[in-house]
């Protein structure tokens, strides 16, 4: 009995001395990493016009160091809405999403491939410098602020001081190929004035130089083949609305980590319905067509 008594003591000795070193080796690594966190040097964001130059620079030497760069395309169908003779087609509505749906699941248009550094598709000849507007964002953190002792200082209100600081060297780049002008005010009902603004494109002979040119249009008829009992496109036109490429950039290692083009559009297609849906005759539908094409980087691990 005593001697299982020993054995429980120690063993219980024995696992709180574990558990004591195990903490003080979490404690410690947590220490090390916010030490060495705090000895990164945070390096100035570029402005928009040297964010250009930048984005196109690292762009160039993360192609040569890459170890793989990985190319993926597809379209995003949001919902439509349908007009017959410039009204509203009702119930009909329902039905357009089911067709989406149908034609969305068997995904048009996607696919995905590994890239060389000699072929880039879209990256290859793409200057951020013709974006209508460069934003350049970084990570922020908000950190105590502290007095010359290494206390927190505090408000009147006895709340400690924080300041929004940069946290890391990670540079988010936006690039947008649209304005947004103001067209009109309106007063509602509480009596305040709003802004109706519109969103203008830029012309689509840019767009399709950035953002790749339109699909071709057989092509897209015929991924209609699989709702054919429902309906039958007659044609579509396109226009485009706030299309933007963005893009992750390491400052301190001078590489992208990812970019992403983003082409939206509004589609309006001239329908006749068949089958169960042929009472509706010919009808517009309207909808709003995203298509995404990112490219991944993946790097050597470090040593």
Avoid at 10 to 21: E, G, K, P, Y
Avoid at 239 to 245: A, I, K, Q
Avoid at 284 to 293: N, R
Wanted: proline share 2%.
């Amino acid at each position: 009995m005593k001697k299982a008594l020993r054995n429980i003591i120690v063993f219980l000795l024995i696992a709180a001395v574990c558990v004591s070193l195990s903490s003080c080796n979490v404690f410690r690594t947590m220490r090390e990493n916010a030490e060495r966190a705090s000895m990164i040097e945070i390096l100035e964001s570029p402005d928009d016009a040297e964010a250009a130059k930048t984005f196109r620079d690292l762009l160039d030497a993360s192609a040569g160091q890459a170890d793989a760069i990985n190319e993926d395309v597809s379209y995003r169908a949001g919902n439509p809405s349908i007009q017959k003779d410039g009204e509203d087609a009702g119930l009909l509505d329902d039905a357009a999403k089911q067709i989406r749906d149908l034609i969305m699941e068997a995904k048009p248009g996607h696919s995905s491939e590994s890239l060389t550094a000699d072929d880039l598709h879209l990256l290859k000849t793409f200057d951020p410098a013709g974006a209508k507007d460069i934003i350049v964002d970084r990570n922020y953190d908000n950190v105590k602020v502290t007095d010359d002792k290494g206390n927190e200082t505090v408000d009147e209100n006895g709340e400690v001081i924080t300041e929004r600081v940069v946290g890391d060297n990670i540079l988010h780049l936006t690039m947008e190929y649209f304005t947004t002008v103001v067209t009109d005010t309106k007063t509602n009902d509480d009596g305040e004035t709003e802004d109706v603004t519109e969103i203008v494109p830029e012309d689509s002979a840019m767009l399709n130089d950035v953002f790749g040119d339109e699909a071709d249009k057989a092509a897209v008829l015929k991924a209609f083949d699989a709702v054919a009992d429902y309906v039958k496109v007659n044609d579509y036109t396109v226009s485009y609305t706030d299309s933007r490429v963005t893009s992750d950039l390491s400052l301190d290692e001078r590489i992208v980590t990812f970019v992403k083009f983003e082409k939206n559009m509004t589609v309006a297609a001239q329908v006749t319905c068949l089958g169960k849906l042929a009472e509706y005759g010919d009808v517009t539908v309207t909808f709003p067509l995203t298509k995404t094409v990112e490219y991944s980087f993946s790097y050597p691990a470090a040593e």
